[in-house]
């Protein structure tokens, strides 16, 4: 597990996303998250549009579900899924500005909390199915954010996560000067490898189902992301305002390092199919469970 050398807690990741709420939105727009590519020729809205729905199919979503977004951002999976596949959605966020956003875009059957998940108040067995994109680096407690999951999804119920992850056996080179790196800049408590997720959602209880590593598919976001916050610097006074004085304005310095950390293998992306074993009962709705991969 990479453990960045300055702790990060929830405060500091609420404070992260409040303080850089109109930077986030002017490069990343209402999805904060990678693409994904397939063809290669889809535009970036298209791209991270592809990334939720690959959710919605590895999880298998059927209409009537309850569901849970763990990290959910602006809301905007939480929107897209709730509209496409039918389902309720509870979302929670540490951030205000990121609640006030999706406050302000509401649709029917998505509730967003600003809560945290480590903390959720969920009912035991209360959910159908559960993702977090992107969210599970920020958590302090990565084998309470299983454990949750766990307790939360009923008997049968399906538990796709999106993750950042750090290259199997990575050298201290990539260790020093990205991976650690990118943990401080981006308030990431710690980032684990493929194994390490594995090993904590078995012990919480979940089968691994699926695994899939599309870091090709995705690196290409930080390129764009890139590009879009160079031009906003040039033309917007407020944003370089932000680059210069922002508390958390050491996030710029992370951009060039995730491009390189994709390039050179150091990080990966990985999308796991994970399940709650046991049989769903007939009051929950049809089995969703997802094909493996």
């Given at each position: ?8 807690d ?6 992260h996303?409040?303080?850089?709420d ?7 727009g ?5 693409g994904?590519?397939?063809?290669g ?7 991270v549009?592809a990334?939720?729905?690959t959710?919605?199919?590895r999880?298998?979503l059927m ?15 939480a ?9 309720s ?8 500005e ?15 909390q ?6 959720n108040?969920?009912?035991n067995?209360s959910?159908?199915a559960?993702w977090a ?5 920020h ?13 939360v999804?009923?008997p049968?119920g399906?538990?796709v996560?999106c993750a ?30 493929r ?7 078995m ?12 870091s090709?598919?995705?690196a290409?976001?930080w390129?764009?992301?890139a590009?879009?916050?160079?031009k906003?610097?040039?033309v917007?006074?407020e944003m ?11 996030f ?7 491009i390189l ?8 992306y990985?999308i ?5 074993a046991?049989?769903r009962g ?11 991969d």
């Amino acid at each position: 597990m990479i453990v960045p050398d300055i702790s990060q807690d929830a405060v500091a990741v609420a404070d992260h996303y409040d303080e850089l709420d109109p930077v986030y939105r002017r490069v990343w727009g209402e999805h904060v998250h990678h693409g994904l590519w397939t063809t290669g020729r889809e535009s970036p809205a298209e791209a991270v549009e592809a990334l939720v729905d690959t959710v919605g199919d590895r999880l298998g979503l059927m209409p009537g579900q309850e569901c849970v977004d763990i990290g959910c951002g602006y809301g905007s999976t939480a929107r897209r899924l709730a509209v496409t596949r039918g389902v309720s959605v509870t979302g929670f966020t540490l951030s205000a500005e990121q609640a006030q956003y999706a406050a302000a875009h509401p649709v029917a059957g998505v509730d967003i909390q600003v809560r945290d998940w480590l903390a959720n108040g969920l009912a035991n067995s209360s959910a159908d199915a559960a993702w977090a994109i992107e969210s599970s680096e920020h958590m302090v407690g990565k084998s309470r954010f299983f454990a949750e999951a766990h307790r939360v999804l009923v008997p049968g119920g399906q538990f796709v996560i999106c993750a950042w992850l750090a290259e199997t056996d990575a050298g201290r080179w990539k260790i020093r000067h990205l991976l650690e790196p990118i943990c401080r800049e981006g308030r990431l408590p710690s980032m684990g490898t493929r194994e390490e997720y594995e090993a904590m959602a078995m012990a919480a209880g979940f089968e691994v189902t699926g695994y899939e590593d599309v870091s090709r598919r995705v690196a290409r976001t930080w390129p764009i992301c890139a590009r879009r916050l160079v031009k906003a610097l040039l033309v917007d006074p407020e944003m370089r305002r932000m680059a210069l004085r922002a508390r958390n304005r050491v996030f710029v310095l992370s951009i060039p390092r995730l491009i390189l950390a994709y390039r050179t293998g150091a990080m990966r992306y990985g999308i796991f199919t994970l399940t709650k074993a046991g049989e769903r009962g007939p009051e929950t709705g049809p089995n969703t469970s997802a094909e493996a991969d």
